[in-house]
T-cell receptor, first 113, second 117 residues
C-alpha cells in the first residue's frame, strides 16, 4: 500500500519570500504520479502541480516548483515570491496503477503581510 | 457542467437518520471519486467509479455507507443510521480518465459538510 507523509503540520512565511513544503511517500511501484493540491478556506481543492515519476525533470508552474527525488521518495514543493493568496492548506498526493489518489495529512501555510 | 457540483453544501442531521449527498461531475468525465475530510485532517478515500467497471469500494468505512452512480454521471453517497463520527466534509472529484493515459488530474467539488448531532 502507498503512504504519503507530510510531517510539518504548519508553516509561516513572510510575503515575497520563498518557502518549501516537504513530502515523502512510500510505494513499490515504478511508475506513478505525484501531486500538490491547495485547499484555501473556501474548501475548494485546486491542483497546484503534477509530476510524472518517469520524468527526470522537475515540474514547474509559474512560482511553484518541485524537487522530486525518486530514489529518496521525496517530493517537496517550493513556492517563490509568496503571496497572501497562497495562504491555504497544501496536500501532497500519490496515484499509481489503482488510480486512487492517496493524500498526506496536509500542511497549513500562512503568508504574513 | 463547468465544474463538479455537490449538494447540499451543508447538512445538519440527527443521529440515526439517513442522509444522501449528491455529486454532479464534469460532463464527459468517466472517473468519479468520493473522499471524506474530517476537521483538520487529510482526505480519506471512500469509493471510486471508472466508466462501466465495478466500483472500488475499498475505502467505505462500514456497511452504513454506500454509493451509486447512475448512467455514468451523477453519483449519490448514502449514509444510513448516521453517527456523530460521520461528521465531516464529503468531497467529490471527477477526472477524464485513469492514470495510464495521464488523464488523472482530479477536479474537486466544494464539498458537502455533514454535521450529525
Amino acid at each position: 500500500a502507498q503512504t504519503v507523509t507530510q510531517s510539518q503540520p504548519e508553516m509561516s512565511v513572510q510575503e515575497a519570500e520563498t518557502v518549501t513544503l516537504s513530502c515523502t511517500y512510500d510505494t513499490s511501484e515504478s511508475n506513478y504520479y505525484l501531486f500538490w493540491y491547495k485547499q484555501p478556506p473556501s474548501r475548494q481543492m485546486i491542483l497546484v502541480i503534477r509530476q510524472e515519476a518517469y520524468k527526470q525533470q522537475n515540474a514547474t508552474e509559474n512560482r511553484f516548483s518541485v524537487n522530486f527525488q525518486k530514489a529518496a521518495k521525496s517530493f517537496s514543493l517550493k513556492i517563490s515570491d509568496s503571496q497572501l493568496g497562497d495562504t491555504a492548506m497544501y496536500f501532497c498526493a500519490f496515484t499509481g496503477a489503482n488510480s486512487k489518489l492517496t493524500f498526506g495529512k496536509g500542511i497549513t501555510l500562512s503568508v504574513r503581510p | 457542467g463547468a465544474g463538479v457540483s455537490q449538494s447540499p453544501s451543508n447538512k445538519v442531521t440527527e443521529k440515526g437518520k439517513d442522509v444522501e449527498l449528491r455529486c454532479d461531475p464534469i460532463s464527459g468525465h468517466t472517473a468519479l471519486y468520493w473522499y471524506r475530510q474530517s476537521l483538520g485532517q487529510g482526505l480519506e478515500f471512500l469509493i471510486y467509479f471508472q466508466g462501466n467497471s465495478a466500483p472500488d469500494k475499498s475505502g467505505l468505512p462500514s456497511d452504513r455507507f454506500s454509493a451509486e452512480r447512475t448512467g455514468g454521471s451523477v453519483s449519490t453517497l448514502t449514509i444510513q443510521r448516521t453517527q456523530q463520527e460521520d461528521s465531516a466534509v464529503y468531497l467529490c472529484a471527477s477526472s477524464s480518465g485513469g492514470w495510464r493515459d495521464g488523464a488523472n488530474v482530479l477536479t474537486f467539488g466544494a464539498g458537502s459538510r455533514l454535521t450529525v448531532l
